[in-house]
């Protein structure tokens, strides 16, 4: 798992009569949420998964118009394949999925459209960090807040582009980790064994316990989350 930190920003603006002269933003407070990356693999040459782990970024809604090199905050129900797309094609920087922390309310469907989503992610490389995180009381605060907030890239001319920037709060996504890298002469080790029966072995019938690697999940720590 990786620190993920938000940092909650109010900026400070000094203006003079049409003059803007300027804004001195200052840390508010700092949060920490333990984050899952979507995994990484290549298989037969071919790369898989999500290929870069470093943000630091200004989180934004799913929903704004600009989201170039910013931190996309999404929640998994509205999360669909065609919608990463589109948030990747419409530049993001990262996207950090929302997790609900209660599965007693999310139906069987629901379960397997996120398990579909999963697979198709991972069919193919993507090129921002994505993460994710369980969505408490503080992630819930802050996704309420970045899309609610009338952003400046919604404004309706820059004059008051510049006011919404100077007189809102924003949120820093940061990562405590550095840029992923691949891991060489990775060991799984197998475990294999038999116990013979009493008379010929050819004629004995058999009994096979078996078991396999259940890790194949868009983050596999999160493994039993998914397939609740």
């Not at 993460?131 to 009381?137: C, K, T």
Request: with cysteine; proline share 5%; hydrophobic share 40%.
């Amino acid at each position: 798992p990786t620190t993920m930190f938000g940092f909650e920003d109010y900026p400070e603006l000094f203006l003079l009569p049409a003059i803007l002269l300027s804004c001195v933003g200052r840390t508010n407070g700092v949060h920490e949420f333990q984050a899952f990356r979507m995994q990484q693999f290549d298989l037969h040459g071919s790369p898989h998964g999500c290929r870069s782990s470093y943000i630091n970024m200004e989180a934004r809604p799913s929903t704004a118009r600009m989201l170039g090199r910013r931190c996309v905050m999404i929640r998994l129900a509205e999360l669909t394949i065609d919608k990463f797309r589109e948030l990747s094609i419409s530049g993001a920087g990262a996207v950090v999925v929302l997790l609900p922390t209660d599965m007693s309310d999310v139906s069987q469907e629901m379960i397997q459209s996120w398990i579909e989503l999963e697979h198709g992610l991972l069919e193919e490389p993507v090129n921002i960090p994505v993460y994710f995180i369980y969505e408490d009381s503080y992630a819930t605060r802050v996704y309420d807040d970045i899309s609610s907030a009338t952003t400046a890239d919604q404004a309706s001319s820059a004059a008051a582009a510049l006011l919404d920037i100077f007189s809102t709060y924003g949120y820093q996504i940061a990562t405590s980790n550095s840029e992923s890298k691949a891991l060489k002469d990775v060991v799984f080790p197998n475990i294999q064994g038999k116990l013979a029966g009493q008379g010929v072995e050819e004629q004995l019938p058999t009994i096979a316990i078996v078991a396999h690697y259940d890790s194949y999940g868009i983050a596999p720590v999160l493994i039993s989350f998914l397939l609740l």
